[in-house]
C-alpha cells in the first residue's frame, strides 16, 4: 500500500482511539457543565463536517443549474432529517441518564440498543461515496 493510504487510514483511527481513550482517562462522572460542553462540541463538529464535506459538495456537483443547485442538497438533507426521525420513533433507544427506553416497548438490552445506535449513526457514512 502506498504511504498515503497508512497515513487516511491511521488519522481517523488515531482519532478515534484517542476520543475512546477519554473514557478510561476520565473514571470519575463530569460535571453536567462539562458534559454540555462536551456535546455542544460533538454537535459542532459534526454539523461542520455535514456541511464542508457533503452539503457544499452536493451542492457543487449541481452548479450547473445555475440558482437551483441548492434543491437537490435541501431536498436530500430534508428527507435525510424525516428519515432519522422515522427511525427515532420506531426504533428503541437510551438517552443519557436513563433507564427508560423511548420508543416502542421492547426487551432488547443495553448492548443490543448500542448498537443498532452505531448502526444508526453509520447509516449516512454507507450512503456518501465519492469517487
Not at 37 to 54: D, E, N, R
Not at 96 to 121: C, F, I, Q, W, Y
Request: hydrophobic residues 50%.
Amino acid at each position: 500500500m502506498d504511504k498515503e493510504v497508512w497515513i487516511g487510514l491511521l488519522i481517523p483511527f488515531a482519532g478515534t482511539a484517542l476520543g475512546s481513550a477519554c473514557v478510561f482517562l476520565m473514571k470519575k462522572q463530569l460535571g453536567d457543565r462539562v458534559q454540555r460542553a462536551l456535546t455542544g462540541f460533538a454537535s459542532g463538529v459534526m454539523i461542520a463536517a455535514s456541511i464542508w464535506s457533503l452539503l457544499i459538495p452536493a451542492m457543487e456537483q449541481t452548479e450547473d443549474m445555475g440558482k437551483w443547485a441548492f434543491l437537490p442538497a435541501f431536498i436530500g438533507f430534508w428527507a435525510g432529517i424525516l428519515f432519522l426521525l422515522l427511525l427515532d420513533t420506531i426504533i428503541p433507544h437510551l438517552h443519557m441518564n436513563t433507564d427508560k427506553a423511548e420508543g416502542p416497548r421492547s426487551k432488547l438490552k443495553k448492548t443490543t440498543m448500542m448498537v443498532l445506535a452505531v448502526t444508526l449513526h453509520n447509516i449516512p457514512d454507507g450512503i456518501y461515496y465519492k469517487k
